[in-house]
């Protein structure tokens, strides 16, 4: 099991830009950010694979979000560009800690979860 924590929420202006990370305690295979509004069911935003890099991301966020990782820190970032109001949400990250085929996009995928960071985008 590894621990996760998030930081970097807070309220941003619409358009504007924020950054959030994510530290794991330890090694992981991959790590993915999903968000949460209230009344909503969780819903992906990026992913990335630790030792190789590679990402994936929602149509909602692609161009302007990017997920990248430290290894060295065992942390993972995801920058947020021209953010929307509808973004407005709890950002969790989660890892994953083995490989294998999986979808990268559902929460069942993942084996830990952070406790959330907030994120609001005034209009």
């Known amino acids: 099991q590894v621990q996760l924590v998030e930081s970097g929420g807070g309220l941003v202006q619409a358009g504007g830009s924020l950054r959030l990370s994510c530290a794991a305690s330890?090694?992981?295979?991959?790590m993915a950010w999903f968000r949460q509004a209230p009344g909503k069911e969780r819903e992906f935003v990026a992913h990335?694979?630790?030792?190789?890099?590679?990402?994936y991301y929602a149509d909602s966020v692609k161009g302007r979000f990017t997920i990248s990782r430290d290894n060295a820190k065992n942390t993972m970032y995801l920058q947020m560009n021209s953010v929307k109001p509808e973004g407005t949400a709890d950002y969790y990250c989660?890892?994953?800690?083995?490989?294998?085929?999986?979808?990268?996009?559902?929460?069942?995928?993942?084996?830990?979860w952070g406790q959330g960071t907030q994120v609001t985008v005034s209009s």
């Open positions: 330890g090694r992981t295979f991959s």
């Open positions: 990335i694979t630790m030792p190789g890099g590679g990402t």
């Open positions: 989660a890892a994953r800690n083995s490989a294998g085929i999986y979808a990268t996009n559902r929460p069942a995928s993942y084996d830990d």
